[in-house]
C-alpha cells in the first residue's frame, strides 16, 4: 500500500497525525509524498507504523513495460 493511501484511509489524510504516530518530523512525511525514499531507519518507523502495510517495496518505481 502507497504511504498516501494508508495516510489518507487512516488518518484522514492529516500528515501531522501521521508523522507523530511513526515518530518523525511531518516534513520528512511530505517529503516522501512527493517521492523521496526514505532512509533505513524511517522506512522502519513507517513499517512499523503502519504494521507492515506499508513496506519498502511500496516506494520503489513501478516497472515500465517495454
Request: charged share 30%; proline share 5%.
Amino acid at each position: 500500500m502507497k504511504l498516501e493511501h494508508y495516510i489518507e484511509i487512516n488518518h484522514g489524510g492529516n500528515r501531522s497525525e501521521f508523522a507523530r504516530r511513526a515518530n518523525m518530523h511531518p516534513m520528512n512525511v511530505s517529503r516522501y509524498l512527493r517521492g523521496r525514499i526514505p532512509d533505513r531507519d524511517n522506512l522502519e518507523k513507517i513499517r512499523i507504523a503502519t504494521n507492515g502495510q506499508v513496506a519498502y517495496s511500496d516506494f520503489c518505481p513501478e516497472k515500465v513495460a517495454s
